[in-house]
């Protein structure tokens, strides 16, 4: 999602054996190694993917803002893929994806990577309102956001996946979801209410649910981030994300490098 906001990352015929055996181990050793070299892995979608937030971006990809430290380079530095493609762009909505994004698949890719919705469902704006307004009129705009959810979005990302899986039919898509911004009860003590930051957090679970529906319904993995977030969300003390930065607003409420490594790598990595 980009938040364009404000305020508020393992004897000869013994010798023979244990030599049978050796060769054995090696070669299976070696086999997860050549799998993962065999992979033509294609990551797409927005800020959340791009690695807004994380620092280290690519001068070539402009605005897009792809980072180094974003997970689907650091899972192509892991794991040594035949070819990667990173297409994935600030500020891109489903109709962006396919409109610009969906260049490098083909029948030949084996993996593609995605996290897309946030943008359509309008969370930049949902938390802009939320920073520079009432909780009411928060709490409303949030109220729209699940909405759209529920009448809009589900639309939205099966043409998505429609024309991911048209491009790639033999891929094995992950779908990635979006953390929960708050922890509650933690240690801010200035800036929204408690009752914002639990509406917030219930949005962001909404739509990753409706995210994991439309994703199985098309036969993707869904990898869930918020377990993996827990205990580094904003007010935690050791947060993964940004809270508002007035510096550089566009990193607000994005992953830094540590949500990067140790938030979504994992997730990709355990479901690629």
């Known amino acids: 999602m980009k938040m364009s906001r404000l305020v508020a990352f393992s004897s000869s015929l013994l010798l023979g054996s244990v030599l049978a055996l050796a060769g054995a181990g090696v070669a299976q050793a070696q086999a997860p190694a050549q799998s993962a070299a065999a992979v033509d892995y294609v990551a797409l979608g927005d800020s959340y993917s791009s690695g807004v937030g994380a620092g280290s971006y690519d001068s070539a990809s402009g605005g897009c803002k792809r980072s180094t430290r974003a997970f689907p ?5 892991a794991n040594n893929p035949a070819s990667f493609a990173f297409t994935a762009c600030s500020g891109a909505r489903t109709g962006d994806v396919t409109a610009g994004q969906l260049g490098p698949l083909s029948s030949a890719t084996d993996l593609v990577s995605l996290s897309i919705g946030g943008n359509d469902a309008g ?25 759209y959810v529920d009448s809009t979005l589900p ?7 429609g024309a991911i899986s048209a491009k ?9 979801g979006y953390p929960r911004f708050y922890k509650l009860g933690g240690g801010c003590i200035a800036g929204l209410s408690e009752k914002e930051r639990s509406a917030i ?18 036969g993707f ?10 205990g ?19 990193e607000s409420y994005h992953p830094n490098a540590a949500g990067q490594s140790g938030g979504y790598l994992p997730v990709l990595s355990s479901k690629a």
């Open 232 to 250: 580094h969300e904003i007010c935690s003390g050791s947060a993964w994300l940004h809270s508002v930065n007035w510096l550089n607003i566009g």
């Open 221 to 230: 993995t869904f990898g869930d981030v918020a377990s993996s977030f827990t």
């Open 168 to 176: 790639a039919p033999a891929a094995h898509v992950v779908v990635l």
């Open 123 to 147: 969370f930049a704006d949902v938390m802009t309102t939320c920073v520079l307004q009432s909780e009411t009129t928060c709490l409303n705009r949030i109220a729209t956001a699940r909405a």
């Open 73 to 77: 380079a650091l899972w192509k530095a």
């Open 201 to 218: 957090n219930s949005a962001a679970d909404y739509l990753n649910a409706a995210t994991a529906k439309r994703a199985a319904d098309h």
């Open 155 to 161: 639309g939205k990302l099966d043409s998505v996946y």
